[in-house]
């Protein structure tokens, strides 16, 4: 047994790089022939592009090329494409408008791509996009989510009428509207989950090249999952084979989810790089990420909670109206349905709840998973509503809480949500929380806290989470349009060191010293000798990346049975 194995705390083997100034980023790659890209992007949130004069910046100095959208349709190069299918309450499938890589025709939201600029030099390229010249014709915009179904409001995309993209529904309907005539207390809220911007240290960066005597096509970008940008940019936009395209991620800086997708700006440098035969390479700037990367939550949502005389829950209502932005990214329709409804429950035992979720398009900024993604949506609507029901009962929160717990004996316990809990102790997780944080004591200390002239409050959250996304034949029931599988190779050297190709990615987690504690417990060969090799699609094993917290549980669980058969 190593001693560096599971349980020890060695010393990060991530961190001697990282702390030395020697990381390797996107950013840090420059290649033979490197040339730079700046994009030209909407300063409008809904407009018909009636022109595009690229005259001047196409004779500014140092510029090599403008592409426009009309120049992606002559290649044939598709739109971006959503990972995820979602069908309505009646079983019909979800509106899904096309999302162009760069706009030819109309834009929908600010930061939609116009036009891409080509050149010798950062600077060429950002002073050249200042002069491309678009006429455009502006329309009236949708852009606040309470009012995307209101009539008379603007119409995103004509093939989504009422701005809908799907209209969506879990839970028994008939036995909570009788739990809600049962019931002496009904709590009614509304609620506006904010819509979040995810903001990392290392912006997104990407790097295309193209080998025309091998066909083979090269991109680095920020990825959590560089198997998965290989897979949708190869085999639905851009139409190259995946045995001659390969996605490097070297260290990344940070993602929270919003490194997951492939990008239009990856999908435009892959193409235009082998258009043009030139390497091609762009780093976002604080603007363009804060426009542009795919922001998280907006809802705006009316809860409703039933309850008996003494406190006990009968029934949940929730009503959600869930921003999509312009166009569907790849796991946008999932998040606000069964990574949010689903944990809707709580750790409470509710015998009856129904969901229903109106997505819906507005002139904005796509929205996809976003550090938590639909489970801390869940539960700012449960806790919220709980906390409102509290106060108008004159019930202490906490007791409230404790009265409705799902008891240690229920398990396996089956919601009214779909999901079945396996085990858990919610009460004693509340007691040690309440005894660590003097809840008793918190009245005394708002009373000092008054007469000191200050304000002092207290709040209670009993969150439950959904991680680890998988399995695949589970995911693919819900909507997912490849599998959510994890695999690891693990591969002995001839001198006695290992190296274990795993198809997650690290960004931040520290996957080289856990991974690497895991097969050292397992094998027995010493934390040293052990290499993990992840980022490049070329070299790992295929994966579908670090997301959802489920790196350790799926990718950790791939390198686990590897190991058994290696024993074996």
Not at 116 to 142: G, K, T
Not at 366 to 387: F, H, K, N, Q, S
Not at 532 to 550: K, Q, V
Request: proline share 5%; hydrophobic share 40%.
């Amino acid at each position: 047994m190593s001693e560096n194995g599971i349980g020890a705390s060695p010393r990060r083997k991530e961190d001697q790089r990282f702390l030395t100034g020697k990381g390797r980023y996107v950013d840090d790659i420059t290649l033979p022939g490197q040339t730079y890209a700046a994009f030209v992007r909407s300063p409008h949130a809904s407009a018909t592009i009636k022109s595009i004069d690229s005259g001047k910046a196409t004779s500014a100095a140092g510029v090599i090329a403008v592409l426009t959208g009309a120049d992606l349709s002559v290649d044939g190069i598709g739109g971006m494409p959503c990972g995820w299918g979602t069908t309505d309450r009646h079983g019909e499938p979800m509106n899904e408008p096309a999302w162009p890589v760069i706009a030819a025709d109309k834009v929908n939201y600010v930061g939609d791509i116009v036009a891409m600029v080509i050149a010798d030099s950062v600077e060429d390229a950002r002073a050249a996009a200042l002069a491309v010249v678009v006429d455009y014709d502006v329309h009236a915009a949708i852009v606040a989510t309470g009012d995307a179904r209101k009539d008379g409001s603007p119409q995103v995309h004509p093939e989504a009428p009422g701005n809908l993209c799907f209209d969506w529904e879990l839970g028994d309907k008939a036995a909570t509207d009788a739990a809600f005539e049962a019931a002496d207390h009904v709590t009614t809220l509304e609620i506006v989950n904010q819509r979040v911007v995810p903001l990392a240290i290392e912006p997104r960066a990407s790097n295309a090249t193209y080998d025309s005597a091998t066909d083979e096509l090269t991109l680095y970008c920020t990825s959590q999952a560089p198997h998965v940008t290989r897979l949708m940019l190869g085999a639905f936009v851009l139409q190259h084979p995946e045995h001659k395209f390969r996605v490097v991620s070297p260290d990344v800086g940070g993602g929270f989810g919003s490194k997951i997708y492939p990008y239009p700006e990856y999908a435009a440098q892959c193409w235009a790089a082998k258009r043009l035969g030139i390497p091609i390479k762009w780093t976002a700037d604080r603007s363009e990420a804060f426009l542009t990367d795919a922001h998280g939550r907006d809802h705006v949502s009316k809860a409703q909670l039933a309850l008996s005389s003494d406190g006990t829950f009968l029934g949940l209502r929730v009503h959600t109206v869930a921003n999509m932005g312009a166009y569907l990214s790849m796991f946008a329709p999932l998040i606000p349905t069964f990574f949010y409804a689903t944990l809707l429950a709580g750790q409470y035992r509710t015998p009856a709840i129904h969901a229903e979720v109106k997505a819906v398009f507005t002139n904005t900024t796509p929205v996809d998973a976003v550090r938590g993604a639909g489970r801390p949506e869940a539960t700012y609507v449960l806790e919220r509503v709980i906390d409102a029901a509290a106060f108008e009962m004159k019930i202490d929160p906490a007791e409230l809480r404790r009265m409705n717990m799902i008891a240690p004996d229920a398990f396996p316990y089956q919601t009214p949500v779909a999901l079945v809990y396996d085990s858990g102790d919610y009460e004693n997780t509340l007691d040690v929380a309440l005894k660590a944080a003097d809840y008793a004591g918190f009245e005394a200390r708002r009373a000092t806290a008054k007469a000191n002239g200050k304000l002092r409050g207290i709040g209670i959250s009993t969150p439950i989470e959904a991680t680890g996304a998988a399995p695949s034949a589970i995911a693919g029931q819900l909507g997912a349009r490849a599998g959510l599988y994890e695999s690891a190779l693990i591969r002995f050297n001839a001198t006695g060191s290992v190296t274990v190709f795993v198809g997650t990615h690290s960004h931040g987690q520290g996957h080289e010293t856990t991974y690497a504690q895991l097969i050292a417990t397992k094998l027995g060969v010493p934390f040293e000798s052990i290499e993990i090799a992840e980022g490049d699609t070329a070299r790992g094993t295929f994966g579908m990346g670090s997301y959802g917290s489920r790196s350790i549980a799926v990718g950790g669980s791939a390198i686990a049975l590897a190991t058994d058969k290696i024993i074996a």
